[in-house]
């Protein structure tokens, strides 16, 4: 089994984030779809990087190579996680161990927080990485002003 080790994201991490951000499966995932633009990018990814609410990791391979990314945004006692895989590292299962081991690390750092994942309903393949990574259903929220499923897992 590949390696896994994660890493704080960087200023050099913006492009790679802006092209796994606009890959064409992780738009049709996301709450909103529209492609994202350059400009835009840059100001969100600066202001998170800035943000002590806000936390992003890329996710690499014993050798280095990027593979994906988690984020975590954290706002009182709850903290919404968000995932990318990058295409060519997709249905390996490495989805839902970048999660566990994610959420495992980000509970211990701020144990007692709640964290939530929104998913789309159609998006069969990452309600069930949620699930295995120990996530519990939860019914519905909403995320940007989409209605999606909601997955918990409490520290």
Known sequence: MTEVRFRAATAGDCRL????ANDPQTRANSAVTDRIEWDGHVEWFEHKLADPNAEIWIVENGEGMPMGQVRFDVNGGEAEIGIMVAA???GGGLGTRM?????RD??????????IAHV???NDVSQRAFVKAGYEPDGEGEARGVTMLRFVRRG
């Open 88 to 90: 060519e590292h997709r």
């Open 106 to 115: 980000f509970l211990a750092r701020r144990p007692g927080v709640t964290v």
């Open 99 to 103: 999660i566990e081991q994610a959420t």
């Open 17 to 20: 984030i802006f092209d796994w």
């Open 120 to 122: 789309r309903h159609h």
